[in-house]
């Protein structure tokens, strides 16, 4: 009998220890390897995080050619403290100015730091983990240097949720996957029910991959990463991750309203322009939610529109900064 996909592209971190065997197959294949962190207001936990990858994966090993952040427009101390660690930060509306609109959220931030990177390799880190630890990057980037055919590697973990008062409930989080992508998934695409955590903020890929596919510029992004790579390339390009444990910041459960309101407008969105489905009405922008005050229920209004980037192998301005992949592409 055959191996299924969870069988066979589903790693653990610690298969991928010996950085020193990581370190000679990325000199043998002759890549290059960013870290992007993408950030908005991450004061608390950006510093550990540059410090710990840049000690223990630029200056013990050399794994990681350069560390990234990406900020949305901060308005506490997190740039001027990722500088003063050794980060190359941009703000990023500062990144590809003469673009016709600038967006807010994390896709865009994604996608605008394939401008700015110089890796041939990008591994995004959500920039909020209070357990960093730099396996979450040796441990994605496994998969891409030990094999051939993987170019995209994605984090699972468990999910301890932290509380206000710093404790720890051992269970928890993962909530809008479990309510909202794997029925979605298991309904439509039951071969992406076998990632585990298809929401999750971490994951490593070739250039390669990431430039020829759209970005969401919000919380759809990584939806539609996933749906676009398993249409264009198959099951087979991606693996999981399993890096034990990720605690971060919890949200409440109108955040994660919204956060599946902007998924559910990028996976319709998506559907229907592949010609999976054909939605007779409009779809609109507008999210409605309750608020107790006072004993009294009060409406409030949420605009939230998943613009989504093109390809940014179809920018002119990484065309000319990026000329080999045109030519790759073509």
Not at 90 to 101: A, C, G, M, Q, T
Not at 208 to 233: A, C, H, N, R
Not at 291 to 304: G, L, R, W
């Amino acid at each position: 009998m055959s191996k299924t996909w969870l069988e066979t592209n589903t790693f653990h971190h610690s298969e991928f220890a010996d950085i020193n065997k990581l370190v000679k197959l990325k000199e043998k294949k002759k890549v290059k390897i960013s870290i992007c962190f993408p950030t908005l207001n991450e004061e608390k936990t950006i510093a550990k995080e540059i410090i710990i990858m840049r000690s223990e994966l630029i200056l013990k090993y050399p794994l990681i050619d350069e560390i990234l952040v990406i900020d949305s427009g901060s308005t506490d101390n997190t740039v001027q403290i990722a500088r003063d660690y050794g980060a190359d930060v941009y703000v990023s509306n500062e990144i590809l100015p003469d673009l016709k609109n600038q967006f807010k959220g994390k896709g865009e931030n994604l996608w605008k730091a394939l401008y700015v990177a110089k890796g041939d390799i990008i591994v995004y880190i959500d920039a909020d983990i209070k357990n960093i630890h730099h396996r979450f990057v040796y441990g994605l980037l496994g998969p891409l240097l030990t094999t051939n055919h993987i170019k995209y590697s994605k984090a699972f973990y468990d999910r301890p949720i932290s509380s206000e008062g710093g404790s720890l409930r051992p269970s928890g989080g993962g909530r809008v996957t479990e309510l909202v992508i794997r029925p979605l998934f298991s309904l439509l695409f039951p071969e992406l029910t076998q990632i585990i955590q298809p929401l999750s903020g971490e994951y490593a890929a070739y250039r390669e991959i990431l430039d020829q596919i759209t970005f969401p510029i919000g919380y759809g992004v990584e939806t539609s990463m996933l749906m676009d790579i398993y249409e264009k390339w198959g099951l087979n390009t991606i693996a999981q991750v399993d890096l034990d444990k990720r605690v971060h910041r919890n949200q409440d459960t109108l955040a994660l309203g919204r956060m599946s309101f902007g998924i559910l407008q990028t996976f319709l969105s998506r559907m229907q322009k592949t010609g999976f489905i054909e939605i007779n009405r409009k779809m609109y922008s507008k999210m409605l939610q309750y608020h107790a005050m006072d004993k009294v229920y009060k409406p409030k209004i949420y605009t939230i529109k998943e613009q989504e980037r093109p390809p940014m192998v179809k920018i002119s301005d990484y065309q000319a900064k990026f000329p080999n992949r045109v030519k790759a592409k073509s």
